[in-house]
């Protein structure tokens, strides 16, 4: 009677053990990432030529790419232009675009009314330094 019990003991943990494949845990759930936090608009001073004003700072690239390109246009044109003038021995004499230049002044600000007052302050030492120069 033992060695009956002994055997389907041994049958039983052989069946089970062939059965059974051993099974990772399953992952942990990760946490949600956090939204991103968006990035509160910042300002800037910029001069285009000398004319200064104040942007934001995330428009002031596209601002110049968009005067590279319509320079860049331009200069096409007048290029071709120049081109078809001389093939044709005529006298050109318009003068090649001029590239508006964009430059951040200072940028950074939280707030655009912080911003206008640095072009503020600007403006006045510019006004200051022009009366200086006339006398």
Do not use: W
């Amino acid at each position: 009677m033992m060695l009956k019990q002994t055997l389907c003991l041994a049958t039983a943990v052989l069946l089970a053990s062939f059965g059974v494949t051993a099974q990772t845990p399953a992952p942990a759930p990760t946490p949600a990432p956090a939204p991103a936090e968006q990035k509160k608009p910042t300002f800037a001073v910029i001069a285009i030529g000398e004319d200064l004003k104040v942007m934001n700072e995330t428009a002031v690239d596209q601002l110049k790419k968009d005067k590279q390109a319509s320079y860049e246009k331009a200069l096409a044109a007048h290029n071709k232009a120049k081109k078809e003038a001389e093939d044709a021995g005529k006298p050109f004499n318009e003068k090649p675009p001029v590239r508006e230049v964009v430059e951040v002044k200072k940028g950074g600000f939280a707030t655009e009314a912080l911003a206008k007052a640095h072009l503020e302050e600007l403006m006045k030492a510019k006004k200051d330094g022009d009366k200086d120069e006339k006398k």
